[in-house]
């Protein structure tokens, strides 16, 4: 009799258990994700800043549409730094204190995001800039990361084709010097053809807010060169590219530079006057692949064009974001989702020709292509 009681008890208390459980389930609410993403949409860097934002967009809407993550859902908080390093810095702080974000994605600049990585790196929280390319932004401590690759190495790879490909011989370099990351890929790209034997016969730069170039220009044209290297952002060479043709530059003066040239704006801008010119890709949308056909699928669905570096690079580092909270379990702490940043090693990846990897320094490398701009299009450089 007291065995059947006993029974009829812990039948009961199971019963009771796996009702209540049951409703803990349904009543269990997924869970946000919570990303701070300090980008330029307006100031000097909304060039790259605005198409990153887009890149950041089909992203989030690929990733919580498929239920990547379950139940649960990315949240990434956009706030327009106006390419401001105070602004930058003050939106870090509210980020990681108010927010309570598990990470940050961006700045947009090398200059916005110099400022940005002591102060992430003091608050410890993880800091993924999609776009900016100084290595003294993720030198700055075990807490920043940069996506794209080093300014020298990818200024490196154009100088080298110029000189084995295409035989330069002379050249002309202007830099915007207010900016790490150009400054880095001028220096690169000057040491390079030094040590390759062509003759540097200009050397100049300019504020990368500066419109006007008349003066520079007429000394630069003046020099001859054979190849002009622009260290500049997208929309600031577009803008280079044309007044110089206004100013009589040679038609044969080969135009090459920096990743920035990959910006929708630089040939929106420059049109016929950056016809042939040369420059490292962080990405191409002609790249094979499934994964980066359905990222040009989806953005040109959205936006009506195709997507430029920017896009792409923002597409991935809300990518790798996901995939890192992701393997950190179901409540990931800033401390994981570092680690787990730092251990990403030859990644599938539609940036470069492919694969990425962060080096010990905790910035990407990966092989840039080299493109051409061919009847108004980008294509691949023979």
Known sequence: ??????????????????????????NAQPKEYIIGAPVALTGTYAWVG???????????????????????KLKVI??????????????INRFASRDKALMI??????????????????????????TAVSDRINKAGPWSFRMPASPSAVSIEVCNYAVKKLGTKSVALVVARDNDGAVAQHDAALKCFKEHGVNVVFDDSVLAADSDFLALQSKMIGSKPQALFMALGGEQAGNFAVQARQNGIDAKVQFMGGPAMGAGQFLTIGGGAVEGTIYPADYFAGLAGNDNKRFVAAYEKRFNRQPDFGAALGYSAVKMAAA???????????????????SIKDQASIVG???????????????????????????AAE
């Open 353 to 379: 020709s492919g694969r990425f990897s962060f080096d010990q320094d905790r910035g990407g490398t990966y092989t840039p292509v080299i493109l051409r701009v061919k009847n108004g299009k980008i294509v």
């Open 50 to 72: 605005v198409p990153s934002r887009e890149g950041m967009d089909v992203a989030i809407a690929e990733l919580n549409e498929s239920g990547y993550l379950g139940t649960d």
């Open 1 to 26: 009799m007291k065995q059947r009681h006993f029974l009829r008890r812990w039948v009961g208390l199971g019963t009771g258990l796996a009702v209540a459980l049951s409703a803990n389930a349904a």
């Open 78 to 91: 956009v706030e327009d730094t106006g390419s401001e390093k105070s602004q930058v810095v003050a939106l």
């Open 324 to 342: 890192v909270i992701k393997s950190s379990g179901s409540d990931p702490t800033r401390e994981q989702i570092r680690a787990a940043l730092q």
């Open 105 to 130: 994605l961006g700045p947009s600049s090398s200059v916005e995001g110099i400022a940005a990585a002591p102060v992430a790196n003091d608050l410890k929280i993880p800091m993924l800039s999609p």
